[in-house]
């Protein structure tokens, strides 16, 4: 039988091989993938298996160097195509700006337990303003400035996840003033989580009128929040209250699941030695130009070491 075209595994265009590799974890990705031959390892340091990067289970076990240094060696490679980034515990505003550098079409961004700041959320919004679904859960630092400046520029927003933790917001009186930014500049959300915070009712009514197309609203934990008859009215809208049991299961569909990276059986000695990862890294790894990013040659990030 004649050879109908068929074509080499190592012949497949970057974005068919970008494809393929997604079904892979982010381990084998970085470490195996650039080993089977020169074609697959020009894939990976392209932007085809990075245009969506979900690291959140890992940088939620990791130190801040770790997950800047992850944060700058991934984002590097989107070449401006990014999608989607899930990552916690960004160290410092300068994370922020780095991702605003790359998000121009960036749509799903989650950055929970983030040290950022209003200031800098304001001066980088104009920036993101392709995204519809945003955590800034357990971003402690920042308030209604930056809800105000998100509300402004993604203009598009549909989901927003701002859960805080109540012993972090016990030196504040009320963060009303997040709600009713919310309530003034977010009016296409339709799902909407601040558990926690320490809003009252009339702001909680506040959003629900501002945002018509709301379908989701929960409230759990916030205490200072009565549901009383005034709410009757907004009953095609789904909402937990107060006293509703937390659970950590609620998402939106903007993010999906990140457990595929949960299971990770790499163990550094593996590799021949630790240049064996140097050799793959290459310049790529410091191929962030500025010098505010920069990092020391020969530190990656630390791997999860193996289940027992």
């Not at 650039?34 to 245009?51: A, I, M």
């Not at 409230?219 to 009953?235: A, M, P, T, Y």
């Not at 310049?283 to 920069?294: I, P, R």
Request: hydrophobic share 40%.
């Amino acid at each position: 039988m004649e050879d109908c075209g068929s074509r080499r595994w190592d012949e497949l265009f970057p974005d068919a091989l970008g494809l393929i590799f997604k079904n892979l974890s982010l381990q084998e990705i970085l470490v195996v993938i650039p080993r089977v031959c020169k074609s697959w390892r020009e894939t990976v340091l392209g932007p085809y298996c990075w245009q969506e990067i979900d690291i959140m289970d890992w940088s939620l076990l990791r130190d801040a160097v770790s997950v800047n240094t992850m944060l700058q060696l991934l984002i590097s490679r989107t070449s401006g195509y990014l999608r989607k980034l899930c990552i916690s515990s960004l160290p410092n505003d300068s994370s922020l700006s780095l991702i605003a550098k790359y998000g121009k079409v960036l749509h799903t961004l989650r950055v929970p337990r983030s040290e950022i700041t209003n200031s800098t959320v304001e001066q980088v919004a104009d920036r993101l303003s392709a995204v519809t679904s945003l955590d800034l859960s357990f971003c402690k630092n920042i308030g209604a400035p930056a809800l105000e400046a998100v509300g402004k520029h993604c203009v598009n927003l549909i989901g927003l996840r701002r859960v805080m933790c109540p012993f972090e917001a016990i030196d504040r009186s009320s963060q009303d003033d997040e709600a009713l930014a919310i309530a003034s500049t977010m009016r296409k959300l339709k799902r909407l989580e601040i558990a926690y915070l320490l809003v009252n009712t009339e702001s909680v009514l506040k959003i629900l009128e501002n945002c018509p197309e709301l379908e989701y609203l929960d409230v759990q934990g916030c205490w200072n929040v009565i549901l009383d008859e005034r709410f009757k009215k907004f009953s095609k809208v789904k909402l937990i209250g107060p006293l509703e049991e937390f659970s950590e299961m609620i998402r939106w569909d903007g993010c999906s699941d990140s457990s595929s990276y949960l299971i990770w059986d790499f163990v550094a000695d593996e590799l021949d030695d630790q240049f064996d990862m140097l050799e793959f890294l290459g310049e790529d790894y410091t191929s962030v130009d500025d010098e505010e990013y920069a990092f020391e040659e020969h530190v990656y990030p630390d791997w999860p070491e193996e289940s027992p």
